[in-house]
């Protein structure tokens, strides 16, 4: 059999192109090196809807952030991922740094930023009174926003799934052949796909994908960005995005908050050479408490419950590079997504399907395609008559498995039994929250590995944290 | 809405223990909730020995010392619902709940004991660096996999902190066949037993390392080493003694903390040293008719006294069901020298017996006095060979002291050295 499309890597960028092109009469697969989907920067990075003031007008980031911004809520509503227009703020300390903000807002106007204006400190503190004293005023983008990155990402899976898009994970892509129209892909494991098209949504390896097809165009430098997650007693410290003024390695450390309703502080900028090395530093954890606390002095890391670091795949060119090879016309670049690439998105995806169908000519649309995911059951946000009734269905709704959260048994096996659910203990965790809270899964970790087991019809000792090699329990005790 | 004169919050030794001694005091309608499968708590887990010496004088494993309680329970009408997370507590003292089988509860009581016990503090606050690699693991969840799922969690293992759990899991693995590296303990002293860092410990020469901790974890699918270094005075790492030891297996034991959101939601005053509740002498909080009792109060070192406490808790909800709301006067007991608190934090100097006020010291004391103070004049003064942070202590405040005090009296504790 042979695809249409290919999509390689289920990050954000894959997945809502996997759904995007599921509104049409194609055969797509998207293919994942890892056990689930969001497993790169997708699910480590500050999940900010940017306003789009900061992308040089012209260029591509500038082009898809404006115009992911604007498609953001909707996509949102449609597939019940979190999102929250919150805005965000750039902060000045000096009279200098103000006239950064002013060139931001210069260069917002110019991008076709709606919202923005200048505030002043009284203004400023009027509506983050939590800010720092010394702030000199700030640039406010009302169009921006927070969402949940690997929620957006495994939304647009499922839908793109629920549309008839195949996944197929633990797929690593180390060869790519080419002939008579169609490319073998090779997994490292030795399996194969056919296809017409491929899309190297990569991420950070989209530079190897791109050079198995000889294409040496993709140039990346890891940057590594760590951050920490605060107990959500601290949550609502402010209610918008806090950055400080941008520099050469990006927008800074930000205080924000979650749409779970957690603080967010970082990240770091620092460039690694060593890709999928995702550990925290302590060099990194310091730098982000130096830094945040300027912006707001009572943040603490105190209040941690954990620290996480994410990879960025920042192009040496500084721009999304998008769009077909020019070593050959059916391999398409999605590659060099770094910030503003979450809120870039839908409108990387929509303009990639846009390519695709285009080259490939009187593709049919999908009459069947239904963009909608309805949300599933969350117990902790239902009230007390739906909670009711969903244990009247469905007694596993009854069982609180993650005591932080308030997650139950139910929602956990709907987790795993979603279409490209989930295999392992973070999958379930990404899902669900089960282990998200402030015992970080001291409770439920050991249940939730029982549960999968149970559901996947495995043993214990089989269950993975976060796929291959990743082994919870080894063999049984004497 | 269903009516329960008394309802206790968990089902572990101090729930048992309160809702029985209830019972005993003439309490009519007693429903205790418990969110695990059975009854018992942590103790189901905890197979090894050592616990009823105090209360039983025998020792017992921790499910034969739960099960002396779950048997009794059986023959009373208590009535007991497992599997059962309690969701909220509001101001009106009603109870909210759910089940498979109930679907949601609302209870409405006339009192309520607390007694949710406690957590193991994760890795995210401890702030070590490194990858996110599976085998990092706090040392109740490996107890659990090992002790009740019968699964290795691991067989080289390094174990941070010298909590009891953690001095309990060392010896445990090791009988398994694991090896246990080292113990590392940030602090100058052990938070645990002196008698489990012989038993567990010494007597399988595993080596503690005191002043030291892990800095970073390394390995980017299972766990493939810790570098671990000692700390200075200020407990910061020291660069030149980092240490790269290989292990496949983090266990951490490196604190408990009271599970009292509940406490909170309530509004219910916590003490910002013990993170429970503040209780006067009959473990009743600032809210009339709410009761707190074992590790949800303050983390104890053995069992027996959980269930000393959590039958005084258990008679204050009693005489506060049948005898309503009576009078109090309070005097707070203040912390001297070398205390780090007490409990209780209140005493009601219209109670006519004696009141007995447990604590912790912050540090390690060798023929060190304990010195309970009343109104400026000595009433106690105890020789104590050592006094360690891992172990509670306590003073007794006799019936005819209190009966003499006035509210602007004064009780301190300390240590003299």
Known sequence: MCYDVSIIGAGVIGAMTARELAKYELKTVLVEATNDVAMGASKANSGIVHGGFDAKPGSLKARFNVKGCEMMPQVCRDLSVPYKNNGSLVVAFSEEEMETVKELYDRGITNGVPALSILDKAQLKALEPNLSDDVFGALLSESAGIVCPYELTIASTENAVSNGVEFVRNFKVDGISFDNGVFTLTSADGDTIKTKYVINAAGAHSDEISRLIGDESVELIMRRGEYFILDKAVGNLVSRTIFQCPTKMGKGILVSPTVDGNLLIGPTAEDVDVKDDTSTTSEGLKTIKTFSVKSCPTVSARNAITSFSGLRAHPVNNDFIIGPSKINPQFIQAAGIESPGLTSAPAVAEYIAEILVNAIGNVPENKNFNGIRKDVFRFRHATDEEKSAAIAENPAYGRIICRCESITEGEIIDAIKAPAGARDVDGVKRRTRAGMGRCQGGFCGSKVVEILARELGCSINDITKFGKGSNILFERTK | ?417
């Open chain 2, 1 to 417: 809405m269903l009516n329960y004169d008394l309802v206790v919050v968990g089902g572990g030794p101090a729930g048992m223990a309160a809702a029985l001694k209830a019972k005993e005091c003439g309490v009519d309608s007693i429903i205790v909730l418990e969110r695990a499968e059975t009854l018992g708590g942590i103790l189901e887990q905890c197979i090894h020995t050592g616990f009823g010496l105090h209360y039983f004088g025998e020792e017992l494993s921790g499910p034969e010392y739960a099960a002396k309680f779950i048997d009794q329970l059986k023959g009373t009408d208590i009535v007991v619902k497992t599997d059962t997370m309690v969701l909220d507590i509001d101001d009106d003292k009603v109870v909210t709940a759910v089940n498979k089988k109930d679907g949601l509860l609302k209870i409405n009581a006339k009192a309520i004991v607390l007694a949710m016990g406690c957590r193991e503090r994760p890795r995210g606050a401890l702030e070590i660096a490194g990858s996110r690699a599976s085998g990092i693991m706090t040392a109740g969840t490996a107890q659990k996999y090992v002790n009740l799922d019968g699964y290795m969690p691991g067989k080289k293992v390094v174990i941070l902190g010298s909590g009891d759990i953690g001095l309990i899991m060392a010896r445990r693995m090791t009988l398994e066949g694991a090896q246990v590296k080292v113990v590392c303990e940030l602090m100058p002293y052990s938070g645990g037993l002196t008698r489990n860092i012989v038993q567990c410990l010494d007597d399988f020469g595993i080596p503690l390392r005191l002043s030291t901790t892990v800095v970073e974890t390394h390995g980017t699918d299972r766990l493939e080493g810790v570098t671990i270094a000692q700390v200075d005075d200020k407990l910061q790492p020291i660069e030149s003694t980092k240490e790269y030891i290989e292990c496949d297996t983090l266990m951490l034991s490196v604190g408990l903390i009271p599970e009292n959101e509940l406490t909170k939601n309530v509004g219910i005053g916590i003490d910002r040293i013990t993170n429970g509740a503040v209780v006067d002498e009959m473990r009743q909080t600032d809210h009339k008719g709410i009761f707190a009792c074992g590790n949800v109060l303050h983390v104890h070192d053995l069992v027996d006294y959980v269930t000393l406490e959590a039958q005084i808790a258990g008679q204050g909800a009693a005489e506060f069901i049948l005898g309503g709301d009576k009078d109090a006067v309070y005097v707070t007991p203040e912390t001297g020298n070398g205390v780090r608190y007490l409990v209780p934090q209140r005493v009601n100097i219209n109670n006519k017996n004696e009141v007995k006020l447990y604590f912790r010291v912050g540090q390690i004391y060798k023929n060190a006095k304990v010195v309970l103070e009343c109104d400026g004049k000595v009433i106690s003064s105890k020789k104590k060979v050592k006094l360690a942070p891992g172990e509670m202590e306590n003073v007794v405040i006799p019936a005819d002291i209190l009966a003499g005090m006035t509210p602007d009296s004064s009780i301190v504790v300390r240590v003299e050295e």
